[in-house]
């Protein structure tokens, strides 16, 4: 008998009917995005990590961390400065 298939999406869906993984799943995705979206900026402006870690009086591996979302905690602060230090807009929504 052939093994049945398991897609992402049906399993993810199902493993998000527990509300506490799924508040979690929910606090990662932002920060995920956030991330990516933020390493996109760079590159799509041609910026090293270094460069913006200059233009924000830091290192490259805090760019690093927060571009790999192992920095702990980003403040609204921290996102305003790297938006700016893209030539980017900053918009928080709350739904």
Known sequence: MKPQ???FDDWL???LKN???KKAYEE?????RLALR???LRQQKKISQAQLAKKLHTTQQ??????TFKHPNITLLTLQRIANALDAHLFVSMR
């Open 5 to 7: 298939r398991l897609f």
């Open 28 to 32: 990662e995705d932002v920060r995920a």
């Open 38 to 40: 933020i390493a996109e």
């Open 19 to 21: 509300t506490r993984l």
């Open 13 to 15: 869906k199902e493993q």
């Open 62 to 67: 805090v760019i690093s961390d927060i571009e």
